[in-house]
């Protein structure tokens, strides 16, 4: 059974960091698609960034380049988000979700297949 499971959340003070966790079984990543999603209260879900062996790293906000990274072990089928300079605005609930029949990047929620249980975020003082 396929099963996506985030871990690394918290409460976190303005300007610190933390890096979440991914582990994905049931499923071989290899070159699949696989790609973070924040959704904050009262928003909608929104890409964060994707990786892929096609595509890199995807940004899917400019406010994010230099402050977050993502990164794959495909031995040990794991995906990280690591986020730097964390801002209040970070503050959601961080989803990782695979596009299993895809190896290339998407910010679109519906092009994804699989998702996690989310991790919280909170960025406050």
């Known amino acids: 059974q396929l099963q996506l499971v985030e871990s690394g959340g918290g409460l976190v003070q303005p300007g610190g960091s933390l890096r979440l966790s991914c582990a994905v079984s049931?499923?071989?990543?290899?070159?699949?698609?696989i790609g973070w999603f924040r959704q904050a209260p009262g928003k909608e879900r929104e890409g964060v960034l994707c990786?892929?062996?096609?595509?890199?790293?995807?940004y899917y906000a400019d406010s994010l380049k230099g402050r977050f990274t993502i990164s794959r072990d495909n031995t040990k089928n794991m995906v990280y988000l690591q986020m730097n300079s964390l801002k209040p605005e970070d503050t959601a609930v961080y989803y990782c979700?695979?596009?299993?029949?895809?190896?290339?990047?998407?910010?679109?929620?519906?092009?994804?297949?699989?998702w996690g249980q989310g991790t919280q975020v909170t960025v406050s003082s």
């Open positions: 990786i892929s062996n096609s595509d890199g790293a995807t």
């Open positions: 979700a695979l596009r299993g029949v895809s190896y290339f990047c998407s910010g679109y929620t519906e092009e994804y297949d699989y």
């Open positions: 049931g499923f071989t990543l290899d070159y699949y698609a």
